[in-house]
Nanobody, 126 residues
């Protein structure tokens, strides 16, 4: 069982930056692939970024490539999402998720992930 708690959301102006954190419980954090998803009002949850557990490979949605960076600190059981050059369309609730087993195709899919945080709101004003 893994429990995930996000923090770091808030209100920021367009062009600004935020760093989200996701703290995980448990002693096997390094064994999980960690991902970030987001859901805007009236829209489906969408993939943002993922960090593969062992290969240290990262994946990004096209909409955030070059602006967002996912990283992890296994010693602190924490995954981060650094968000730069934020746009109003980045406004959403951001969720952290953990997966035990992923492939290069399934990493983008929310059913792949076994555990989810409660979400943190990010609002970007124009």
């Amino acid at each position: 069982q893994v429990q995930l708690v996000e923090s770091g959301g808030g209100l920021v102006q367009a062009g600004g930056s935020l760093r989200l954190s996701c703290a995980a419980s448990g002693r096997t954090f390094s064994a999980y692939t960690m991902g970030w998803f987001r859901q805007a009002p009236g829209k489906e949850r969408e993939f943002v970024a993922a960090h593969i557990r062992s290969a240290y490979t990262t994946y990004y949605a096209d909409s955030v490539k070059g602006r967002f960076t996912i990283s992890r600190d296994n010693a602190k059981n924490t995954v981060y999402l650094q968000m730069n050059s934020l746009k109003p369309e980045d406004t959403a609730v951001y969720y952290c998720a953990a997966a035990q087993s992923v492939s290069s195709s399934s990493v983008y899919l929310s059913p792949t992930y076994n555990y989810w945080g409660q979400g943190t709101q990010v609002t970007v004003s124009s």
